[in-house]
C-alpha cells in the first residue's frame, strides 16, 4: 500500500479534480496522523463520503495493494454484500441481489473513470495505478450513465499532475514462477501540462494444472497492459486530460465457461441424471449401464485418464491447449470548466474489444472437440454533466448521455465449435455455425437536486428519462472447412430493431443527528431494457428495479471511528425467466425466455473503520442478505427433481418461487488489522491480517446438490518493510493462506456434466517497490 503517512490507510483521499498524489510502487510509512475526510465522486461532485446519502464503499488504490486486491475477481471480500460470480472470462459482480438471474445486460456494471463498459470481460483489466474504487449500491440511474439497475463499480485512475516530476518501479515474484513489473512515470511538461504513463506486464505458470497436457494448465497469466495521459490545465477552471490504454492477453486463461468436471450428477437406485436427490458419480466418462458421460473421454472401465473425475478441484487432464485471445484499446477526454458559477463536465470516450476463447469441450486427452465464443465490441459514449458550485440551499446536476455500439459490426458474437480429430490444435469448423449482430443506442437525460430545509434537513429529489434503441441480427457461417483460420459469416438477415423509453426517480431525505451523524432514507428505481422482439419490432418488457434504503452515518472519537449501516429491501421484475409451451400438432414442449420472473433482497450492511491506537489500524464490514426468488422457473436439465420443485405437470422445470437465489450467502464478514512498528532509522514493519468469512451458497439457480458452497474462511497476509525515507519497500504476502477451493460458478454441460469454476489457491510471494 502507497502512503506517506500510516494514516492514509483509512483513506481514498483524492477527487476528480485535485489530489495527493500517492506513489504506485510502494508506500512511504511513518507514524499515523489525525484522521482525515474520505473525499468520492459518486454523486458527480467532490463530497465527504460520511454526508453522501447513500451505501457507497470506497477503497483506495494503497488500500487494494495491501490486502492483495489486483484484479476485480478479489473485490468481493473487501465489499459488504458484493460476490464476484466467475465462469470462464466472465466476471459477474452480485450486489444485494442484483446480477443472478434473468438480465439482458450486466446488473452491477463496469466503469472506469465514469465511463460504461458493456462487455463483462472488460472487468478484468484496468487495476494499475488506481487513485481508489467506487461501489455504490443501486441503482443510480439519476446521476451515472447506463445500465446501473443494481449499482455499479468504478475504478478511478491516478491522474497526471503538473506539481511535480515522480516515478516509481516495482517487481513481483511468487510461487506459480509469478514475475510481474508495473511502473509509472509523471512528468510536468510546463506549468499547464502534465504526462502520467503507467504500464505493467505479468507471466505465472497455472494455477490449475494439467496432468495430461502440461502445456494446457488454466487460470495463468500472460498480458500487458499501457495507459498514457495527457493532461492541459491552462487555469484554474479549466482542465482537460486525454486518455489512451491498451491491453493484451494471451494466457490460457480461465476456459471457456467452467473449467472443471465434477462428475455426473445421478439417482444410485435408478442410475439416472438426478441434480437435486442424487449423488456425484466421480467420471466424465461413461459408466455401462448409467446415464451420463461423454464417449470421448472413454469409459470407466477402460483407464482412459479422462474418464475418471479428478477430486483435486486444481486438477484437470485433457489434450487440447485453450486459447484466449483479448485485445481493448481505447480513448477517452475529459473536459472540466468551472463557468458562471457551475461546473461543466464533458466525459467521451470509444473503445474496440475483441476476444476469443477456446477450451476442449469434451474434456478427454483424446483429439475430438472444442468449444468456445468469439466477441467483438466497438462502442462509443458521450456524458456531459453541469453541476451547480455557488453555496446556498440548493444543489443540483443535470446531464446528458449517449451510448452507442450498435454500428453495422460494432457488436458480435459468436459459438464456436470445431472438430479437432485431424490437428488438434486447428480445429475444424463446424457448418451449422451462426454469428449474432447488433447493438444498443441509449440515450438519457437525468437531473437530481438537493435543497436544505433546515440547516439539519435536506431533500434530494431526481428524475430520468432513457430511450434504447436495440438491433438484432444472425449471420450464417460461410466459411467453415479451413483448419487454420476462424469462421467467418455472412448472408442478407433480417434486422430487427425496437425502441422503448423509461422514465426512472429517486427521492431520498437526510437529517443530521448531530455534527458527526447522519441519518437518511431513500428511494429509486432503476431499469435495463429488454430485448428485441422480432414479430413486432419492439422492445420487451424491461428489468426494473425498486429498491429502498435506511441508513445511518457517524463518525465519533474525534474521528478515530467512522461507522456506516443501512437497511434495504430491493425488488427486481421482469426478469427473464423459462416457460415451456405447446407447440404443433403434436403437442412438442419447449422451453422459452420470456420476461416475468421477480426476486426480493432484503437485508443489512455494516462497515467501518477505526483507529485503535496511533499504532494499530482496523477495518471491517458485516452484511446480511435475505435474496428470494418471487416467481422464477429454471429449466431443469438433469432429469429427477423432486416434489418440491417440479411443475405438478410434470414438464421438468424448478419452480423456484420463495426459494433463495444463487450467490446469497446469509452472512458474509471481512477484518482487517495492521499494526505499525517504527524502526528509527531502519525504517520500519508493519504486519497486516484480513479474515474474510461467507456462509453457504448456491452457484446455480437451479437446486443442484453439486452447487452448493459450503460456508468458509479465507485469511490473507502481508508483512511490509519501508526504508525511513519511504523510497524503497519490500511486502512479503500471502494470499488465501488457508488454501480454500471456493466455488464461484457451476453449470451442467451436455452428457449430465457437473461442473464448476473455482478461485484461486494459495498465492506466496514478494514485491519490491522503489519510488523516487
Partial sequence: MNRRHHEQRLTCRRTAIAGAVVLLAGPTWAAPEAPQVITITATKRVEDIQKVPLAVTAISGEDLQERGITDILLLDKAIPGLKIANGGNDPAP?????????????????????????????GLASYLDLDRVEVLRGPQGTLFGRNTYGGLINIITKKP???????????????????????????????EVAMR??????????????????????????????????????????????????WHDTANGNADYQYKCLGIPVNATTQKFDGVTGFID????????????????????????????????????????????????????????????????????????????????????????????????????????LNSLASGPLKYTLGAYLFDDSAAGGNNSAFLWGYTYTTPQKPAWASWLYQGNGGTRSTALYGQATYALTDKLSGTVGLRTSEDTRKSYTLNVIQASRNDALPSYGGNPTVNNGKARHTDWRVSGQYQLEKNTMLYLSGATGYIAGAVQALTQTLLDPQTNKSYELGLKTTMFDGKLKLNAALFQADYSGLTTTVFVSTGAAGTILAQQVPGGSTQARGFELEGRWLATDKINVTFGVAANRSTFKRFNVANTLGTAGSDFVDPKGQGWFIMDGKKTAYSPDLTLNLGASYYVDLGAMGSITPSAFLFYSSSYRATNAPFFWSVQQAYTTLDATLTWASQDGKLTVRGFVNNATDKAVMTSASVFSKGRAMADYSTPRHIGVRVGYNF
Avoid at 444485494?96 to 472488460?122: E, H, K, L, M
Fill in 282 to 385: 466421480p467420471r466424465c466418462g461413461t459408466r455401462t449401464g448409467w446415464d451420463g458421460g461423454r464417449s470421448q473421454a472413454g469409459s470407466v472401465s477402460s483407464g482412459d485418464v479422462s474418464a475418471q473425475a479428478i477430486s483435486d478441484p486444481y486438477k484437470v487432464a485433457f489434450d487440447f491447449k485453450p486459447q484466449r485471445d483479448i485485445k481493448e484499446d481505447s480513448v477517452s477526454l475529459r473536459l472540466d470548466w468551472e463557468v458562471a458559477g457551475h461546473g461543466l463536465t464533458v466525459n467521451a470516450a470509444q473503445f474496440k474489444y475483441s476476444e476469443l476463447r477456446l477450451t476442449d469441450s469434451d474434456l478427454s486427452s483424446k483429439p475430438a472437440l472444442v468449444a468456445g465464443q468469439l466477441t467483438n465490441s466497438k462502442a462509443h459514449s458521450v456524458e456531459v454533466t
Fill in 197 to 246: 504513463v503507467t504500464a505493467a506486464g505479468e507471466k505465472r505458470d497455472p494455477y490449475v494444472q494439467n496432468i495430461y497436457n502440461p502445456a494446457a494448465g488454466l487460470k495463468d497469466a500472460d498480458y500487458t497492459y499501457g495507459r498514457a495521459q495527457l493532461l492541459w490545465k491552462p487555469s484554474s477552471t479549466f482542465s482537460a486530460n486525454l486518455t489512451a490504454t491498451t
Fill in 161 to 191: 499532475t503538473t506539481k511535480g516530476f515522480d516515478f516509481g518501479a516495482a517487481l513481483t515474484l511468487g510461487d506459480y514462477k509469478d514475475r510481474k513489473a508495473e511502473g509509472f512515470i509523471n512528468v510536468p511538461i510546463s506549468s
Fill in 94 to 122: 452480485i450486489l444485494r441481489g442484483a446480477g443472478v438471474a434473468g438480465t439482458t445486460d450486466i446488473a452491477v456494471p463496469f466503469y472506469v473513470d465514469g465511463i460504461y463498459r458493456p462487455r463483462s470481460g472488460q
